[in-house]
């Protein structure tokens, strides 16, 4: 039976997602969406977002789109193309859906956008545990 349970639960006792300010803004089958402004904290020698903390906002979002019927699901391997640079008070919402699943491997996207701009585009590769 598929239910929010899985992923709302996991959320619940992520600390890191919620030490980064990310909300869970939406959670259904094989999808999610999280936000995140990025903070002052958050920006690198350059002025612009640390491209890490672009990649936990979706990595945290593939979590929830893997991990929502409840089996406990983890990554694989994750891939990220930065697209756009991010500066501090930007609000960054990431959207994933999964693209394939089979057996015990999925493969989602995750796309981070800031208003209409795209800003990275991240795959990762699922695995859920026994």
């Not at 094989?30 to 640390?50: P, Q, Y």
């Not at 493969?107 to 209409?116: A, F, I, K, R, S």
Request: charged content about 20%; glycine content about 12%.
């Amino acid at each position: 039976m598929v239910s929010e349970g899985g992923a709302a639960e996991m959320f619940a006792n992520d600390r890191a997602t919620e030490a980064l300010g990310i909300t869970v803004d939406a959670l259904a089958p094989g999808r999610a969406t999280l936000s995140m402004t990025v903070t002052d904290l958050m920006v690198n020698g350059h002025g612009i977002a640390h491209g890490g903390f672009v990649f936990a906002l979706a990595d945290s979002a593939f979590a929830g789109a893997c991990n929502y019927a409840g089996a406990v699901t983890v990554a694989a391997s994750a891939s990220i193309a930065f697209l756009s640079p991010v500066r501090a008070g930007e609000r960054l919402v990431a959207t994933a859906v999964e693209r394939q699943r089979s057996g015990r491997s999925g493969v989602y996207d995750v796309t981070v956008t800031c208003g209409e701009r795209a800003v990275a585009e991240f795959r990762g590769l699922s695995r859920t545990l026994r």
